[in-house]
């Protein structure tokens, strides 16, 4: 068995239902994740055994967070397997986030990707991410060069769209948006302006096709904005604020759409 340890707590991942039990005498595991409620010890895809740490809702949508990581249960494409074993990150819908070689790095460009998505200052978002580095100069050249790797631009991509999410800013509203604006639009070239960069953001229109991509990295949403968001009859926050952008990185990628 493997576990986790969150707030000082350790969470268990077990390989078989049998070990469940030899280490759980009071406790019983017999509905699969989809099916489990909140606390519940629940089986996995490929019937290791795990306990859902937390039920939620995105919009419409139910949501489950283990010690696997964390999954949409109407997503059927995607399944939960114990057979991966535990990530480093579970907050991400990706299951992008696995394990790698230098796990102790790995950990600090989580903290540093999900502090820049959450609209930090990139200088401020590497200093909590490692408390060690003092010069201001080493920490200017450093926080560059975390925002030219790949696996950071999509650590802070995915951190996006899950407050986007959050915010029930899927991509199904995006586009009724778009639809919206072109069926009653005299002026509304605000309102498409704003759709767009929310489009971008959360990488909406990523296709196939070779490209120079810019990665926005920016300063989080404004509570107007948000608020904007929200308004069913508004598609941008009530003084028009744009998201602000503190820096950005060119590269050349070849990528998929997400399922």
Known sequence: MEFKKIKGKKHYLYKSIDEFYAHNENHVARNLWRDGSEGEWVLT???????????????????????????SISNKKREMLGSEGIPEYIYSFSGKYAKTEDRADNSRHFLFAKYVARGDDVLESFRKAYPDAKSDDYIKAESAKL??????QRMVKEEIREILDEEGVTPKYIIQG??????????DTDKLRSLDSLAKISGLFDTQEKRTEELTVWSGFSNEQLEGIKDEKGLIGNEGRKTQLVGTVKRESEETEDD
């Not at 795990?50 to 696997?68: E, I, S």
């Not at 925002?147 to 950071?152: F, Q, S």
């Open 45 to 71: 895809d490929d019937g290791y055994v795990c306990q859902l740490l937390k039920t939620f809702k995105v919009g419409k949508n139910d949501c489950v967070r283990t010690v696997c990581g964390t999954f």
């Open 147 to 152: 925002l030219k790797k790949e696996n950071i």
């Open 178 to 187: 778009y639809k919206q604006v072109c069926d009653i639009s005299e002026r």
